[in-house]
């Protein structure tokens, strides 16, 4: 736990001149004053003289210290400019600020550690977004965190740590809509996009998918351009394997539709398809998207699965103030987000 005393050994001086630092500054000379300062900023201390007198929202309740931890496992995680995340970044953030709650944003470093600062005194609470399924990751993550409230989320449902509260994608519903779509639409074949650096949140979907597919009598192609681009967005490359697979399989009349996994993919392929001469969107095409925006980008939309990103941001930034709250009043639960099915044609 970061205390005085850590920021006293980290700054080299003495505890007593880091309690000078804090109570009379007069005192303390500038170039020690200099130290102090970069040691507090590297390990996050706040003393408890100024927790004590944190602002209050007008509805009363404390000001809050929120950090947004993501881990370097789920390639969604790794490019932040990812529409998605932008997302769901700005609906929990915009439901924090309703009760004067700062967010900061960290991350798992190299050897899948938390960073240091990360301490009860430090923040009020943490949001996680990391998908890795590993035994000592998790055994780590449980002992840092384990005295932080702290909600996970961004999740497939097949995977739920009982230990933490828990906000997810419905994957099965998603697959459900997608398929019976399909079905609705008199597609017998339909191509889905996936990739060795796919998620565990699109396995678990492209699983899902397939299983309802067979069901239902339909014929899954699983396209794989065996192009390396880490970290997403994929680069023209990626998105040029595709579309040749794609256009492979038409003219052998094998497939007539594509399931987009993400609305990344539909732009980028859409992109290449139309330098290539090609229709990009077909009313039997579908994408799974965290907002309907996409759908203004194209003359002729194409049905979207709506992932509610906001909803899930409003829902994991509720359960976390109600655990920061509660904490040892609640049970550890599991919140999975229904999405929707938004066909343009039929609007």
């Known amino acids: 736990m970061v205390n005085l005393k850590t920021v006293a050994r980290i700054a080299k001086v003495n505890p007593t001149t880091v309690s000078r630092y804090f109570n009379s500054p007069d005192v303390v000379s500038p170039q020690t004053a200099a130290k102090i300062a970069a040691a507090v900023r590297k390990t996050g201390y706040i003393p408890k003289s100024q927790k004590e007198h944190q602002p209050t929202a007008d509805n009363g309740i404390k000001s809050q210290r929120i950090v947004w931890i993501i881990g370097n496992h789920n390639p969604l995680t790794a490019y932040l400019g990812n529409p998605m995340l932008a997302d769901f970044l700005e609906s929990i953030t915009l439901e924090f600020q309703k009760c004067n709650t700062a967010v900061e944003t960290a991350f798992l470093d190299s050897n899948d550690s938390l960073p240091a600062y990360i301490t ?59 398929a019976v779509f399909f079905m609705e ?82 732009l980028g392929i859409s992109k290449v398809m139309s330098e290539k001469g090609v229709s990009p969107v077909n009313a039997k095409h579908l994408v799974c998207s965290s907002s309907t925006e996409i ?18 941001g409003f829902l994991t930034a509720q359960r976390l103030l109600e655990r920061i709250r509660l904490e040892n009043m609640m049970k550890t639960s599991q919140i999975i987000v229904t999405p929707e099915l938004i066909d343009p044609k039929s609007s």
């Not at 998790?138 to 989320?153: A, C, D, F, N």
């Not at 650096?197 to 699109?202: C, D, K, N, R, S």
């Not at 759908?295 to 899930?312: D, E, G, H, T, V």
Request: glycine share 2%.
């Open 295 to 312: 759908l203004k980008l194209f003359r002729f939309p194409p049905a979207a699965i709506n992932l509610k990103i906001s909803q899930i």
């Open 185 to 266: 639409h008199n597609v017998k074949h339909v191509s889905l996009i996936m990739d060795d650096f796919a998620p565990a949140i699109l396995n678990e979907r492209k699983q899902f998918f397939v299983s309802e597919c067979t069901m239902l009598g339909i014929k899954c192609h699983i396209l794989n351009p065996q192009v390396k681009c880490e970290p997403p967005p994929p680069d023209f490359h990626w998105y040029e394997s595709i579309v040749n697979q794609y256009l492979e399989l038409t003219e052998k009349g094998c497939d007539d539709a594509f399931f987009f996994l993400t609305g990344l993919e539909l």
């Open 120 to 178: 009860p005194d430090y923040c009020d609470g943490v949001i996680l977004l990391d998908d890795a399924n590993d035994s000592k990751i998790q055994s780590m993550l449980h002992t840092r965190l384990e005295r932080i409230p702290t909600v996970r989320t961004l999740f497939y449902q097949s995977y739920f740590p009982s230990i933490f509260d828990t906000v997810c994608f419905d994957n099965q519903t998603v697959a459900h809509l997608a």
